[in-house]
T-cell receptor
Framework: RKEVEQDPGPFNVPEGATVAFNCTYSNSASQSFFWYRQDCRKEPKLLMSVYSSGNEDGRFTAQLNRASQYISLLIRDSKLSDSATYLCVVTANAGKSTFGDGTTLTVKP | EAGVAQSPRYKIIEKRQSVAFWCNPISGHATLYWYQQILGQGPKLLIQFQNNGVVDDSQLPKDRFSAERLKGVDSTLKIQPAKLEDSAVYLC???????????FGAGTRLSVL
């Protein structure tokens, strides 16, 4: 079993749709959680950190459930520019990070 | 602020040859990471440095891969000898503090023929 598992998709949605991505992790000692975005043939870039209380940044909402070892990302009112691969990242002690294999999103007109 | 610099951007070699990648992190970032990303997969951590000390290299194939970070700034990753399965993008990242938010370079795309 992988340490960080994501639904690979692909998710194909129309503009304006709401889409949710899920991620589970196996290391209960994990301390920090992130969503990164990676465009085709580009490097990953931080989308948002994920906090236990849940956090929102514009159209994006991230949630963490430590008891279930589960992280989610919700995108509302999808834009064409949201098309990318979304990587779930879990960080343990001393900053060792494990990336999921990503979920690919395509937003269509 | 300058980002993470990596070179070269592309490299094509034949199997059994050697290759080296270079990374210059963001100024002041103590932690430096090297990742291998195979097409269709997420980045896999190869080695993590804190200043010039190794924090984690558990997934580094030490029979052929080596990395160093002299003076706690620039880093090089070497593969010797390369195998076909080493074809991937090699990403360098750096982070500043205990939040461990990582900033990535553009990567080096390696093709082993």
């Amino acid at each position: 079993r992988k340490e960080v598992e994501q639904d690979p998709g692909p998710f194909n949605v129309p503009e304006g749709a709401t889409v949710a991505f899920n991620c589970t992790y196996s290391n209960s000692a994990s301390q920090s959680f992130f969503w990164y975005r990676q465009d085709c043939r580009k490097e990953p870039k931080l989308l948002m950190s994920v906090y236990s209380s849940g956090n929102e940044d514009g159209r994006f909402t991230a949630q963490l459930n430590r008891a279930s070892q589960y992280i989610s990302l919700l995108i509302r009112d999808s834009k064409l520019s949201d098309s990318a691969t979304y990587l779930c990242v879990v960080t343990a002690n001393a900053g060792k990070s494990t990336f999921g294999d990503g979920t690919t999103l395509t937003v269509k007109p | 602020e300058a980002g993470v610099a990596q070179s070269p951007r592309y490299k094509i070699i034949e199997k059994r040859q050697s290759v080296a990648f270079w990374c210059n992190p963001i100024s002041g970032h103590a932690t430096l990471y090297w990742y291998q990303q195979i097409l269709g997969q997420g980045p896999k951590l190869l080695i993590q440095f804190q200043n010039n000390g190794v924090v984690d290299d558990s997934q580094l194939p030490k029979d052929r891969f080596s990395a160093e970070r002299l003076k706690g700034v620039d880093s090089t990753l070497k593969i010797q000898p390369a195998k076909l399965e080493d074809s991937a993008v090699y990403l360098c990242a750096s982070s500043q503090d205990r939040r461990y938010i990582q900033y990535f370079g553009a990567g080096t795309r390696l093709s082993v023929l």
